[in-house]
């Protein structure tokens, strides 16, 4: 038996199909999503009305704190932010990047965030941490708006105006914009 070779270059060969269901899943999605208490949110946001003053004189001179303490502010850890690959060189990571005087880090900071408020510890990774031994390590650490300057197309479609002159870093660490999902993929796995 032969088969017909379909031509493979053809990108209408196997369409993104995504579209169809885009609503359908991010309200699937968003029941399945947990956020930090909004009580939380605005006790970080009132607290960094103070703070604001306190890290302008202890932050790297490059630091631009309008990309943490914007209005409404919910960065737990302002100066931090995550870097896109171009950026990372040897020991990159907690080390201050001298082109804009932030500190460069993997997904730890946001993972503290969790992990005080849900085992009131310090997070610690790897398979003797806490945040396996919590169950943390079942779910996936997501941002529900980009914390990085070059993957900012949702913010812009969604809402009318978006300063995209402004550095998106406090995402990073947003109590309100960083999420905790089920890990998706062992979802499909487990489903297919």
């Known amino acids: ?5 379909r031509n493979t270059n ?8 995504s579209q169809k269901v885009e609503k359908e899943l991010g ?23 103070e703070y604001r003053k306190s890290f302008a004189t202890t932050c790297h001179p490059s630091c631009d704190i309008e990309s943490f303490f914007y209005e409404n502010s919910d960065c737990v850890f302002p100066g931090f932010r995550r870097p896109i690959n ?11 990047y001298k082109a804009d005087g932030t500190i460069l880090n993997d997904n730890t900071f946001p993972r503290h965030i969790w992990a005080y408020l849900t085992m009131n510890k310090a997070y610690s990774g790897g398979s003797k ?5 919590s169950g943390l390590d079942r779910l996936e650490l997501a941002h529900v ?8 197309t949702l913010e812009q479609a969604v809402f009318n105006n978006v300063d995209i002159t402004q550095a998106p870093y406090g995402l990073f660490t947003s109590a309100s914009n960083v999420v905790l999902i089920p890990k998706v993929k062992k979802i499909i796995d487990s489903h297919l």
């Not at 999503?33 to 607290?47: F, G, K, Y």
């Not at 941490?129 to 031994?133: E, N, P, Q, R, T």
């Not at 708006?145 to 900012?152: A, G, L, Y």
């Open 145 to 152: 708006f980009s914390h990085k300057k070059d993957e900012r």
């Open 129 to 133: 941490g806490m945040w396996s031994a």
């Open 1 to 5: 038996m032969r088969l017909n070779r």
């Open 10 to 17: 053809n990108s209408n060969h196997y369409p993104d199909l």
């Open 27 to 49: 309200i699937i999605l968003g029941k399945i999503t947990h956020h930090i208490h909004p009580l939380i949110v605005e006790r970080v946001t009132r607290a960094n009305l």
């Open 86 to 96: 171009k950026e990372k060189g040897v020991k990159w990571k907690s080390n201050v």
